[in-house]
């Protein structure tokens, strides 16, 4: 199966819409540097770790989380970068709200890594289509 990734343009594209619908004024790359290395994460996990969609999702939420790599808005970027490259290799995230920023707090707070991060997708998602 080919996966699909996430470029940088599809990325800072997505953060500016999802900003300007919220009518943030803090949008845009802190650094475009940090973006790129935090979406190359999943295809570094897919080659050195032999790593599945859910894990290489778990990278791309780790790095961008940790990274702060924009103005504003990262950990609501991070989340939707995630559920975008998620849901263009055919699998559904499945939560609330409240579980959402469980994630993303214990991500920032240091209290979950990449494993967590790939357990708490496991239990959230599925393939697209099945109930």
Avoid at 37 to 55: C, F, G, K, M, V
Avoid at 77 to 84: G, N, P
Avoid at 106 to 113: H, I, L, T
Wanted: glycine fraction near 4%.
């Amino acid at each position: 199966m080919e996966v699909n990734y996430l470029n940088y343009a599809e990325a800072v594209l997505l953060h500016l819409m999802m900003m300007r619908r919220e009518s943030e004024d803090r949008a845009g790359a802190f650094d475009p540097n940090l973006i790129k290395s935090a979406l190359a994460r999943p295809q570094h996990a897919a080659t050195y770790e032999n790593a599945d969609l859910i894990r290489q999702a778990a990278t791309l939420c780790f790095g961008l989380i940790k990274s702060h790599p924009w103005v504003g808005g990262n950990k609501r970027t991070a989340t939707l970068l995630v559920e975008r490259f998620l849901f263009i290799n055919q699998i559904e995230v499945i939560t609330t709200k409240p579980e959402t920023i469980e994630l993303v707090l214990a991500v920032e707070s240091n209290q979950w890594d990449v494993d967590q991060i790939t357990e708490w997708y496991r239990q959230h998602t599925r393939i697209k289509g099945r109930n």
